[in-house]
């Protein structure tokens, strides 16, 4: 295992060290074509330009909690 040397993470790959060892440092070398965004790891910029500049529709991973609306009184 490959351990990071800013905290006690350990990781199985350099690639994986690396990416994260660039969020330490805020390191972001995989920069969006289109756009001014730039990420730590090339996966998520694949991602963002599908979803960003593509038109693919992201996919929902959980079902998201109905929010709670309170009503409150202005005349106290």
Do not use: W
Not at 5 to 31: G, S, W
């Amino acid at each position: 295992m490959l351990k990071c040397d800013l905290c006690p993470k350990e990781y199985a790959t350099k690639t994986d060290l690396e990416a994260h060892r660039n969020m330490h440092l805020n390191i972001r070398p995989f920069k969006c074509p289109k756009c001014p965004m730039a990420f730590t790891r090339a996966d998520v910029l694949r991602k963002h330009k599908l979803y960003k500049h593509e038109g693919v529709k992201c996919p929902s991973s959980r079902p998201r909690k109905k929010q709670k609306v309170v009503e409150t009184s202005d005349s106290e």
